[in-house]
C-alpha cells in the first residue's frame, strides 16, 4: 500500500472510531431521565453538535482534499496522449512514451461510456479516468519507472467489455 493509500485509510479509521463516539456521546446525553426535559439545555446541546459537526466536516475536507489529483495540468515540455475508447478497445497515439516526462492524456470515446484504468507491471492502479462520448476528458501523469503499462475498461460497455485490453511503453528519456 502506497503512502497516500495508507494516510487515507488511517484517517477514514480515526473517523469512523470518532463517529462512534460522537453517536454514543449522543446516545448517553439524551437518555430519559425522571424529570421533564430541559428545553434550556437541549437547546445550547442541539447547537453544540451542530458546531461540532461542523468542525468535523470541515477537517474532514481539508485533510483529504489536497490529495484530489484534479486540476493538475502537466504544464510546458509535456507529451500528449490522444485515446479513443471503443466498443471493445482502445487506440493510445503515441504508444512509447517518456520516463519522468509530464503526460498529458485527451480521452474520448466513440460509442458508449468507458473508463481508463492504467496499471503498472506489479498490478497496482495508477489512475483512472471516465471517458464519455462527445467529451474530451484530460488526465495528468508522470511515469517514474520504465516498462509496459496496461490499460483496462473500468465502466460495463457491453459483451465483451472483459476483452478491452490494451498496453503502452514507457521508456527512459
Not at 447547537?47 to 489536497?66: D, R
Not at 471493445?88 to 461510456?113: C, H, Y
Request: aromatic content about 14%; glycine content about 6%; hydrophobic content about 50%.
Amino acid at each position: 500500500m502506497g503512502r497516500t493509500a495508507t494516510i487515507i485509510a488511517v484517517s477514514y479509521g480515526v473517523i469512523v472510531i470518532l463517529s462512534v463516539a460522537f453517536v454514543l456521546t449522543v446516545w448517553l446525553s439524551t437518555r430519559a431521565r425522571d424529570a421533564g426535559p430541559d428545553v434550556a439545555l437541549l437547546a445550547r446541546r442541539e447547537k453544540t453538535w451542530f458546531a461540532v459537526s461542523v468542525v468535523i466536516l470541515v477537517s474532514i475536507l481539508f485533510a483529504t482534499i489536497f490529495f484530489t489529483p484534479y486540476g493538475k495540468g502537466a504544464g510546458a515540455g509535456k507529451q500528449v496522449v490522444r485515446v479513443t475508447g471503443f466498443q471493445f478497445g482502445w487506440t493510445i497515439e503515441p504508444q512509447t512514451l517518456k520516463m519522468n516526462v509530464p503526460v498529458e492524456f485527451r480521452l474520448t470515446a466513440l460509442d458508449v461510456s468507458h473508463a481508463f484504468a492504467v496499471y503498472n507491471a506489479d498490478d497496482e492502479l495508477l489512475f483512472q479516468v471516465q471517458v464519455v462520448p462527445e467529451r474530451t476528458q484530460k488526465a495528468f501523469y508522470t511515469f517514474k519507472k520504465p516498462g509496459t503499462y496496461e490499460v483496462l475498461c473500468f465502466e460495463f460497455c457491453g459483451l465483451f467489455h472483459d476483452q478491452m485490453r490494451a498496453t503502452f511503453e514507457v521508456k527512459p528519456a
